[in-house]
Structures are given as C-alpha cells and as structure tokens.
C-alpha cells in the first residue's frame, strides 16, 4: 500500500533522512536526485543509517562502516575489522507523484 513520505525538495541531493511510517523505521536516500528508501537501522548493531553518509552510491554506517547498496539493500562491505557476516537491508518500492515521495509498506 503506497504512503505519502515527503515533499522531493524536503531532501537534498546526496542526503541521508529518517522517517518512521506505519511503525516502520524508514531509511530515505536521494542519490543523484534519485530515491532509495531501506530500513532505517544498520543490520550490524542497530545503529540509525542516517547518521552515516552516502560514498560512491552506498550508504556507510558511521559505527563500524559497512556499506549497503540502497537499491537492492545488498552488503557491498562488512563491518570494518571483522568477519561477521551481517544481513542485507530490507528496501522498499518508491515513487514520486506530484512531487511527493510514496513508498510502498505492507
Ligand atoms: S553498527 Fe553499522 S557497521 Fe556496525
């Protein structure tokens, strides 16, 4: 079921933003003024993607570093010095309409 997250121009190119909808910690990319939407908290400890930053279209976990591709969610990276393997992020469909970013929750 689509849901109204915000306005496109509320995020800005290469920007990283938090949004909790329906209960669901939401995780908003716009990369390239494109628009990625992933759970909210890295897979590794729980810490709140946003407060990581956007490098070479991944999204980097400011704890220890690992790196997500938000379109897929897949780990592009583990957490820097360790071998645990941590489980890729969920995503979620999205869309502009009227200049407003829709996702798609269950
Ligand atoms: S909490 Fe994100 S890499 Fe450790």
């Known amino acids: ?52 930053f956007i490098d070479k279209c991944h999204v980097v976990c400011s704890n220890h570093f690992a790196e997500f591709d938000p379109k897929t969610g897949k780990v592009v990276a583990g957490p820097e010095g360790e071998d645990t393997k941590i489980d890729n992020l969920k995503t979620y469909k999205t869309k502009i309409e009227n200049n407003t970013i829709m996702v798609d929750l269950p």
């Open 1 to 52: 079921m689509w849901n109204e997250v915000f306005k496109k121009d509320e995020i800005k190119n290469n920007e990283l933003k938090n949004i909790t909808i329906k209960g669901i910690p939401l995780l908003i990319v716009d990369i390239n003024n494109s628009i990625y939407i992933t759970d909210l908290y890295c897979t590794h400890e729980q810490t709140s993607l946003e407060e990581g």
